[in-house]
């Protein structure tokens, strides 16, 4: 299973998500400048979120959508994004719209060891 991670800083926290283009093999679409995607994220409780990305100068931003997943949970600077390339059941073959599981996590200190928790 393909995976991008990225720990959010405060821009990705209050404007919008930027994840290089060299991360973008998870997702079955060919990209170019000015190119324009849809991922559908499913988050762990089974919730499914609908973004809409813009590559713009080597970076994909997704803006759509998420600032209003971010609303739902107690995110934070310095956590960490997970993005899982997955097969759903009913995939109809459409590449315009890439398929991938979410996760956040945050890694705390207990007891002189960092552990991952998670946030969503």
Do not use: Y
């Amino acid at each position: 299973m393909s995976m991008i991670s990225k720990q959010l800083t405060k821009n990705d926290i209050e404007k919008s998500l930027l994840i290089p283009t060299d991360s973008f093999s998870i997702f079955p679409v060919q990209f170019e400048e000015g190119c324009f995607f849809n991922v559908t994220a499913v988050d762990g409780a089974g919730k499914a979120w609908d973004f809409q990305c813009f590559v713009q100068q080597s970076k994909g931003i997704v803006s759509v959508g998420w600032l209003q997943f971010l609303s739902c949970i107690d995110v934070r600077v310095g956590d960490t994004v997970f993005l899982h390339r997955k097969s759903m059941d009913g995939d109809d073959g459409d590449d315009s719209t890439a398929k991938v599981k979410i996760e956040v996590k945050r890694k705390i200190r207990l007891m002189g060891e960092d552990i991952w928790a998670v946030v969503l």
